[in-house]
């Protein structure tokens, strides 16, 4: 799978994901470190990437933007703060959710559940 880890995470879990065989970058690695999260969503558009952040500013941008693509997992566990942590939940996680992930999905991640939503997302389910 092919992730564009954003800049609410750290670069060691790009790192860490590549070390696994899946393409992973960090936005720092485009020069994104300041983009906007617009133009973090348009680079991950264009690569067909799976956008990974603890930034929940995403997936309104995802409602907003009416399309399927690109995917989006938001980490929303504080207990993970290292790097290694949250890779290991990716992965523990991510042959459950590629389906989804590929045809279009954000999927948030918790301490307690993990919850799919398909995209695009209609306008009547947005919060």
Do not use: C
């Not at 470190?33 to 930034?55: K, M, N």
């Not at 009416?66 to 703060?81: D, E």
């Amino acid at each position: 799978m092919k992730f564009l880890v954003d800049n609410a995470l750290s670069f060691r879990v790009a790192e860490l994901l590549s070390e696994t065989d899946h393409d992973a970058v960090h936005v720092n690695d485009y020069g994104l470190g300041t983009a906007s999260d617009q133009d973090i969503l348009e680079r991950a558009y264009l690569e067909d990437r799976v956008i990974l952040s603890a930034d929940t500013d995403f997936g309104t941008l995802l409602a907003h933007m009416q399309t399927n693509k690109p995917s989006f997992i938001l980490l929303r566990w504080s207990g993970l703060r290292l790097a290694e942590e949250q890779t290991r939940i990716i992965l523990a996680n991510l042959a459950n959710i590629t389906d989804d992930l590929n045809a279009g999905a954000v999927v948030v991640i918790e301490a307690t559940r993990i919850r799919v939503r398909s995209l695009p997302i209609n306008k009547s389910d947005e919060p």
